[in-house]
């Protein structure tokens, strides 16, 4: 199943070439920015970007803390959002958003909700693109100001301008901000891990690790073939 997963959403990424199309695609449009800088780079889902908050920038670190969990209003009127109302956390009336990931048994026995995909911030000044794209953010909204929805047509509107080879998907982009960060940090799984919040030892990360190594293979005997 994971495996399914994991080609899908592969099969929504753009190649490099598309990748950088999409962001000339962005321009300067901040929040098509900030789309692009959160998916393709950080690895960071669409409930991720449509939740996201300023408070969750800490400059002075240069990181995005996504937090476990926070009180969802970002329906029509400050109401909860529909994905919420549905896959949210409730707790005495209260419906709470959280980052999608597994769902790990706490150490008393209760299932608790604190998820692999959060526990590590995402490090948005490692790409100057990122950081940025970040800091226009912080200076222009409080909070992201569209909804779940408006990130695919926004996202729809940039793959059309762009004249991308296929369709492309937030979990396509996030797949390729995987890939990414598995060629900047050479193919060590646990540094990814860490950078794209998965747990240490993911079974995610291996699958991935083993295309990167196919890749990389390929690539090496491309290159052999050449000489
Ligand atoms: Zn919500």
Same mark, same amino acid.
């Given at each position: 199943?994971?495996?399914?997963? &994991? %080609?899908?959403?592969?099969?929504?990424?753009? $190649?490099?070439? /598309?990748?950088?199309?999409?962001?000339?695609? @962005?321009?300067?449009?901040?929040?098509?920015?900030?789309?692009? @800088?959160? %998916?393709?780079?950080?690895?960071? /889902?669409?409930?991720?970007? =449509?939740? *996201?908050?300023?408070? *969750?920038?800490?400059?002075?670190?240069?990181?995005?803390?996504?937090?476990?969990?926070?009180?969802?209003?970002?329906?029509?009127? #400050? !109401?909860?959002?529909?994905?919420?109302?549905?896959?949210?956390?409730?707790? &005495? #009336?209260?419906?709470?958003?959280?980052?999608?990931?597994?769902?790990? +048994?706490?150490?008393?026995?209760?299932? !608790?909700?604190?998820?692999?995909?959060?526990?590590?911030?995402?490090?948005?000044?490692?790409?100057?693109?990122?950081?940025?794209?970040?800091?226009?953010?912080?200076?222009?909204?409080?909070?992201?100001?569209?909804?779940?929805?408006?990130? &695919?047509?926004?996202? /729809?509107?940039?793959?059309?301008?762009?004249?991308?080879?296929?369709?492309?998907?937030?979990? #396509?982009?996030?797949?390729?901000?995987?890939?990414?960060?598995?060629?900047?940090?050479?193919? $060590? =799984?646990?540094?990814?891990?860490?950078?794209?919040? *998965? =747990?240490?030892? !993911? $079974?995610? @990360?291996? +699958?991935?690790? &083993?295309? *990167?190594?196919?890749?990389? =293979?390929?690539?090496?005997?491309?290159?052999? !073939?050449?000489?």
């Amino acid at each position: 199943m994971t495996r399914t997963k &994991n %080609t899908k959403a592969k099969n929504c990424a753009p $190649d490099v070439e /598309d990748a950088n199309k999409l962001k000339v695609a @962005a321009g300067g449009d901040i929040i098509n920015a900030f789309i692009i @800088a959160c %998916t393709m780079y950080l690895a960071m /889902d669409k409930g991720m970007i =449509a939740h *996201w908050r300023k408070e *969750w920038i800490k400059p002075w670190e240069g990181k995005i803390y996504i937090p476990d969990k926070q009180v969802c209003d970002i329906g029509h009127g #400050g !109401s909860t959002c529909s994905y919420c109302k549905k896959y949210g956390l409730k707790e &005495n #009336g209260v419906i709470f958003w959280h980052p999608k990931g597994r769902t790990v +048994e706490a150490e008393s026995g209760l299932k !608790s909700f604190i998820t692999h995909r959060n526990t590590q911030p995402r490090e948005y000044r490692l790409f100057p693109y990122t950081q940025e794209t970040v800091e226009r953010m912080v200076a222009a909204y409080a909070r992201f100001p569209l909804s779940n929805r408006e990130i &695919n047509r926004r996202l /729809d509107a940039m793959a059309t301008k762009a004249k991308v080879k296929r369709r492309i998907t937030p979990h #396509g982009l996030r797949s390729f901000a995987i890939d990414n960060a598995f060629e900047i940090f050479q193919g $060590d =799984a646990e540094k990814v891990s860490r950078f794209v919040g *998965w =747990a240490p030892g !993911s $079974d995610m @990360a291996k +699958e991935y690790r &083993n295309d *990167w190594n196919y890749q990389k =293979a390929l690539n090496e005997g491309v290159k052999r !073939s050449l000489i």
